[in-house]
């Protein structure tokens, strides 16, 4: 089979012929109709994740047929189209993931190929509304995404959401799953162009960060907000507080600006803040994120897809954070 090879950091994602997966007991193997790239894959590319391996095949988020079944698999799954939960062994607690947990593209090889293997109980029916490019879209940012907003930000109907950094794929799943549940919703971006697209779905407004008085601007427009989701840290982290309602929920996943500043304890205490830390989520709420998009009939925002061959024109893409929505390989 085809597969993208990264041999090493230095090297660029090359197209070559590998091996099809073998199976165990237990496992599925998947013809990879497509798969997205997230923000992991190009951490990975240039040596900057923990335990990396070379080489590896990348790749988290996939959507396709199932083709074969190890023993112990029921038959029934052969021939259905199917999306990949990536997060593996979350372990036993919902509150946080155990020291077992892993992600589908390293350790293991990924979806970045015409053929992927994965435990049948990572398996769930796609979204019958949905294109393949569309259905490969959502596993990894769009799980992350949900589990921040409802199960750590407790976003309900009537609330103000604020969404740092309106660009991203989780960014852009955090908005829909927002907008789908009722809430009111704001956006922060560093392009003016990404804010227009983020009231196309749904959003009420937003701002440039890059503003001297990005903050007070939102101020004005909101009054205050329920919940924040945040993906980049950096010295605007501090000002998120100010922009609080008492009681609200600042949820961050992600630490791109930077780490967190120094904070004033004062109004988190006396607002009664909680600032939560997430990643990923349970097999629970994978299912129940799959009920929403059904029940919404929501679809994810696609922002460019490419052959298989071009995953290392995807991944330049990637590096520049010029997307809006999810960049998507189609492989076959």
């Known amino acids: 089979m085809k597969a993208i090879i990264l041999e090493a950091a230095d090297k660029p994602l090359t197209l070559k012929e590998v091996d099809m997966p073998l199976l165990n007991a237990g496992e599925v193997l998947v013809q990879v109709k497509a798969a997205a790239l997230n923000r992991r894959d190009y951490w990975i590319s240039i040596g900057k994740y923990a335990g990396i391996k070379y080489p590896v095949i990348l790749g988290s988020d ?9 023993e112990g698999v029921d038959e029934i799954w052969i021939g259905k189209e199917v999306v990949i939960n990536p997060g593996n062994n979350w372990g036993e607690h919902t509150e946080f993931q155990g020291k077992d947990f892993k992600i589908l593209g390293l350790p293991d090889d990924g979806t970045f190929a015409e053929y992927v293997k994965t435990n049948a109980e990572y398996l769930y029916l796609k979204p019958a509304h949905l294109t393949w490019e569309q259905a490969a879209a959502f596993p990894l940012a769009g799980l992350t995404a949900y589990r921040a907003i409802f199960t750590k930000g407790k976003a309900k109907k009537g609330d103000k959401v604020l969404i740092v950094g309106a660009g ?5 799943f955090a908005i829909q799953w927002a907008v789908a549940a009722g809430c009111q919703v704001f956006v922060t971006s560093g392009s003016g162009e990404k804010i227009e697209q983020a009231r196309g779905l749904g959003a009420v407004a937003g701002v440039n960060y890059k503003a001297q008085d990005w903050a007070e601007q939102l101020h004005h427009l909101a009054g205050g907000f329920d919940v924040i989701i945040d993906s980049a840290l950096g ?8 922009i ?27 607002k009664q803040l909680q600032i939560l830390g997430t990643t990923m989520g349970t097999a629970e709420e994978f299912k129940a994120m799959i009920a929403f998009i059904n029940q919404h009939q929501i679809i994810p925002i696609v922002d460019e897809v490419f052959p298989l061959a071009a995953a290392e024109m995807a991944m330049h893409k990637m590096e520049k954070l010029t997307q809006f929505g999810k960049i998507v390989l189609r492989v076959s």
Do not use: E, H, Q, Y
């Open 62 to 70: 996939g959507a396709g047929i199932v083709t074969a079944v190890g």
């Open 168 to 172: 991203s794929g989780t960014g852009t």
């Open 235 to 242: 010295d605007g982290f501090a000002k998120l507080p100010d």
């Open 244 to 270: 609080c309602n008492p009681g609200a929920r600042i949820v961050f996943f992600g630490g791109t600006a930077g780490d967190i500043p120094a904070l004033n304890g004062r109004k988190i205490f006396w």
